[in-house]
Nanobody, 117 residues
Framework: QVQLVESGGGLVQPGGSLRLSCVAS????????MGWYRQTPGKQRELVAR???????SYVDSVKGRFTISRDNAKKTVYLQMNSLKPEDTAVYYC???????????WGQGTQVTVSS
C-alpha cells in the first residue's frame, strides 16, 4: 500500500555531512509517524530518530546534537540531516512509516552510509 524510497547515502569522511531523503507513495498522512532506523551486521536494528505529526522529534542519545529529522508532507518526504558523522554511524539506514490509522509499518529498501577516512 505504501512504498518508501530512500536516497542520499554514500561514503563520507569523519566530520562530514549527509542528508538522507525518503519519498513516500502515495503520500504521508499527517497522522503517520516517521522514523529512521539503522542496522549493522551482527547488531540489533536501532531507532535513530522519529518525528510526529506535530513536529515533535526524538533521537537516540548517540546522535543528539548531530542529526536532525524533518518532514515535508506536501513533498511526501522525510529527511535525516546528519552532521559531524563518525565511523560508528556507518550502517544501512532505513526509513519507516507507521500508519496510526491502519496500524501498519512500512519500510524502505535501505541506503548505505559509510563513514571512513
Amino acid at each position: 500500500q505504501v512504498q518508501l524510497v530512500e536516497s542520499g547515502g554514500g561514503l563520507v569522511q569523519p566530520g562530514g555531512s549527509l542528508r538522507l531523503s525518503c519519498v513516500a507513495s502515495p503520500r504521508i498522512f499527517s497522522s503517520d509517524v516517521m522514523g529512521w532506523y539503522r542496522q549493522t551486521p551482527g547488531k540489533q536494528r536501532e531507532l535513530v530518530a522519529r518525528i510526529f505529526s506535530g513536529g515533535s522529534t526524538s533521537y537516540v542519545d548517540s546522535v543528539k546534537g548531530r542529526f536532525t529529522i524533518s518532514r515535508d508532507n506536501a513533498k511526501k518526504t522525510v529527511y535525516l540531516q546528519m552532521n559531524s558523522l563518525k565511523p560508528e554511524d556507518t550502517a544501512v539506514y532505513y526509513c519507516n512509516l507507521y500508519s496510526t490509522y491502519g496500524a501498519r509499518d512500512y519500510w524502505g529498501q535501505g541506503t548505505q552510509v559509510t563513514v571512513s577516512s
